[in-house]
DNA sequence: ATGATTTGACCATA
DNA sequence: TATGGTCAAATCAT
């Protein structure tokens, strides 16, 4: 669609921080709101750290969003043409050559967007069970950062050309808060066959320990028991831990819900989400996505969602 | 045996 | 040139 131009993509952007600093203004009086109601109790308690946790989310999302604004444009691609199908073997060929397709180890044409999502303790670390299987493919310090940053693509990427991917980094201020961004969308049969009513019906597809050791994870089945050591070996715990043993689904995948707002994440929290949308090319597929992150957008869609929380 | 993760190295981009 | 993103061999788990 050429009818979004550079401009009005930054007018959008623009709109969403204000958007959010509206938010982060009634979060603070209500903060301060229940400051005065004083509450020593449990929910009050409980309620300053979500109401806490949200104003902090909240001005990453006002960060990210105005930081966006300047981001160049990149022309659209002949999107998830898969530059190296298979186990590319030969690796130095397969980039230099792929750069024909306009892509090779960047991904700007494809939609992106992020979602912080927070845990409430540190061994609680979930996040990443976001209803798709994921295959971890690389990790890298960042610079500046405290915590490394995980690169996760779809384990049906090289099956059913499924080029979703996706970057899960730990916040550096707070351990327990996760910086979540994808790129690109789920063509996979994922998409249609996973939905949140799997926890609804106190279905659990998570792999999990009966002993409730800490060793398996969602997106790391094959990790050592390392605990926090690895950042990004998540364990999340479903709301009805009774039924979850066995699983409809293969070892070794991480089979969830809804994207974004998993079930799973009973125990963890969205606190925000960011759109950065590249509105490059609209196939049907993509299209699809975008409705999906206008309901992210909705804050309606959210707090129904809340209930997952 | 098969598939996933780890990790050092390579490469593109800014 | 520094940094981030990806690859792929080695290793590990099931």
Redesign the pocket.
């Known amino acids: 669609m050429e009818g979004s131009s550079s401009s009005d993509r930054y007018t959008e952007r623009c709109a969403l921080a204000t958007e959010l600093a509206q938010v982060l203004d009634a979060v603070r009086q209500l903060e301060a709101h229940m400051g005065v109601k004083g509450g020593s109790d449990d929910g009050g308690e409980r309620c300053r750290a979500l109401v806490s946790s949200m104003r902090s989310s909240i001005d990453r999302s006002i960060h990210i969003a105005m930081s966006s604004c300047c981001a160049?444009e990149?022309p659209p691609s002949a999107e998830g043409s898969p530059?190296?199908g298979g186990?590319?073997?030969?690796?130095?060929s397969?980039?230099?050559g792929a750069?024909a397709a306009g892509q090779?180890?960047?991904?700007?044409a494809l939609p992106k967007w992020s979602t912080q999502v927070r845990v409430n303790s540190v061994q609680d670390v979930g996040p990443l069970d976001d209803g798709f299987?994921?295959?971890?493919?690389?990790?890298?310090?960042?610079?500046?950062?405290k915590y490394p940053?995980?690169?996760?693509?779809c384990?049906y990427r090289h099956t059913q050309s499924c080029h979703a991917?996706k970057?899960v980094q730990r916040a550096d201020g707070d351990p327990l808060l996760f910086d979540v961004v994808y790129?690109g969308n789920h063509t996979c049969a994922q998409r249609s066959s996973q939905r949140p009513r799997h926890a609804a019906s106190g279905e659990h597809s998570q792999p999990q320990t009966a002993d409730g050791q800490e060793?398996?994870?969602i997106?790391?089945?094959?990790?050592?028991?390392?605990g926090l050591e690895?950042p990004?070996?998540f364990q999340c715990k479903p709301a009805d831990a009774g039924s979850a043993a066995s699983s409809d689904f293969p070892?070794?995948?991480?089979i969830t819900a809804s994207p974004f707002v998993s079930p799973a994440m009973s125990e963890c929290q969205v606190v925000g989400n960011v759109l950065d949308v590249e509105l490059t090319s609209t196939t049907d597929s993509q299209m699809a996505d975008m409705d999906f992150m206008l309901q992210l957008a909705d804050p309606d869609y959210f707090l129904d969602n809340s209930r997952y929380f």
């Open positions: 160049p990149s530059r190296s186990s590319d073997q030969a690796a130095d397969r980039c230099r750069n090779c180890k960047k991904r700007k299987s994921w295959r971890k493919y690389g990790q890298k310090d960042i610079l500046g950062a940053r995980a690169y996760f693509r384990t991917s970057q790129h060793r398996s994870s997106v790391s089945p094959g990790l050592k028991a390392e690895n990004f070996s070892a070794g995948y991480a």
